[in-house]
């Protein structure tokens, strides 16, 4: 079954039967007819189609915010601005894809040559729960521009979400199979990857089930790019304007209760400025409000789930046992739902748990260092490699973005993802794009066309 269960209360919500092998079955034929239809349109046609969707969403954005509230805790206000972000995807896409998948002409022996940009098939899309909607139309959207067709396995304890997102595609007049909801348990997902009508896969989660989702991907000679875990570093310099920076880390701490792949992980300030960051942060997490995601005025909801919780409650303990300061939080509170406090670690080494491991809650980790140069060797002194802030000059920030090993880079602003730049990362924090110009070309075939005669 695909339950989900109010983060806010501990109760369960609803409860979904995964697809049958028949349900399956019938889901994969259907997008591969609609492939084969959905690849001759037009921008035009495509534009169309996910133009209405994104009304329909602006429409009913409190209503499809709700959903997600209630399967994963986001608070209502951040729950209605991931719809309307999504609706901006789609949009966005809609008025670029032309532009992005035009024809190249490339110099060669030949009378002409370039390289065309053409669909690939059936993309599967596995998705996580911190953010529904947003995820799923980062994948659809240059997806489907693009002229293929979509299969969207999400997550098991977002099923409302999920449903509710194919909805508004049948709602807008898709093509029938053209996008589809798949609910599976995710055993039963290794066998639609393998399924020969699947072209390539579209992979956000964590470290441990993206490995396992491009081994079999890779085991069938298919494409797939994934977008995993990240301990993201903020290193604040002395020449920063530390309250913007203060004002900024805190947002990007606890947004969705922290549980964001590229939130500030790690806190790296240098030693002249870092008694005062210190100061900063304090006194802006404490002002935080943390309660019932329904509420406009909470700004940290609940966990998603009893068991992320614990683990980070295990993360923030073996922290401070190892000589962190706990100047806010890091106390597991009793209560039904699995809300826990916003919480600040200062004094975190490298070796500390705080700062090796992702954690996916909202706790802030700060880290001292002696200078620019130790800065740079502790935010790359991680196994991750998804994005990365810097607060100090533009000049020197900008400089330091090329010594940081990460997918992407914000100098002086807070870190995030658009649908005009690319997101990604690089050692385990995945591989491939999505977003941008570079995103809408992981799922088409550059075709190389030479068109003779040969010339001299």
Not at 31 to 40: I, L
Not at 91 to 116: G, K, M
Not at 294 to 320: C, F, K, M, W, Y
Not at 371 to 387: M, V
Request: charged residues 25%; glycine residues 8%.
């Amino acid at each position: 079954m695909l339950t989900a269960i109010d983060p806010s209360t501990g109760e369960t919500l609803h409860s979904v039967e995964p697809a049958n092998p028949q349900q399956v079955e019938r889901i994969l034929a259907d997008s591969e007819t609609a492939y084969q239809h959905w690849r001759h349109t037009s921008f035009a046609e495509r534009g169309q189609l996910l133009r209405k969707v994104a009304q329909l969403m602006r429409e009913d954005v409190d209503s499809l915010a709700m959903l997600m509230t209630e399967e994963m805790g986001k608070p209502i206000k951040e729950a209605r601005a991931e719809v309307e972000k999504s609706a901006w995807c789609a949009e966005h896409y809609a008025d670029h894809a032309e532009e992005y998948l035009r024809s190249e002409s490339i110099a060669s022996d030949a009378h002409h040559s370039y390289v065309q940009y053409l669909p690939l098939g059936v993309i599967l899309g596995i998705l996580p729960w911190n953010a529904p909607f947003w995820l799923a139309f980062r994948y659809c959207a240059p997806t489907l521009m693009a002229g293929n067709a979509c299969v969207m396995k999400h997550d098991p304890h977002v099923p409302a979400s999920a449903k509710a997102i194919a909805e508004v595609f049948e709602k807008a007049g898709a093509p029938a199979g053209l996008f589809q909801n798949l609910p599976l348990e995710t055993p039963a997902v290794e066998a639609v990857i393998r399924d020969s009508r699947v072209q390539a896969v579209s992979f956000t989660g964590s470290e441990k089930a993206g490995g396992a989702v491009a081994s079999i991907a890779a085991s069938e000679i298919k494409h797939s790019i994934l977008e995993l875990g990240g301990s993201d570093p903020a290193i604040v310099l002395a020449d920063a304007d530390l309250e913007t920076a203060a004002d900024v880390l805190t947002l990007s701490r606890i947004i969705n209760a922290g549980q964001s792949c590229i939130a500030a992980k790690r806190i790296i300030v240098e030693a002249p400025v870092y008694d005062r960051m210190v100061e900063l942060l304090t006194e802006r997490l404490a002002r935080l409000t943390v309660g019932d995601p329904r509420e406009e005025s909470t700004d940290v909801g609940p966990i998603a789930r009893a068991d992320l919780r614990d683990n980070l409650h295990r993360q923030i303990s073996d922290t401070i046992r190892a000589g962190a300061r706990c100047m806010l939080g890091g106390d597991l509170p009793s209560g039904p739902g699995f809300y826990y406090p916003v919480t600040l670690l200062t004094d975190v080494t490298e070796t500390m748990c705080g700062a090796r491991e992702e954690t996916f809650g909202p706790v802030a980790v700060v880290m001292k260092a002696d200078d620019e140069a130790e800065a740079i060797r502790i935010a790359n002194n991680t196994p991750y490699g998804l994005a990365a802030a810097v607060w100090s000059t533009a000049e020197r920030g900008e400089a330091i973005a090329r010594q940081l090993d990460t997918g992407q880079v914000a100098v002086n602003g807070i870190v995030k993802t658009d649908p005009r730049l690319p997101s990604g990362g690089i050692k385990r924090s995945g591989f491939g794009r999505e977003l941008g110009p570079h995103g809408i070309r992981e799922f088409v075939n550059a075709q190389q066309i030479w068109l003779g005669p040969k010339q001299n």
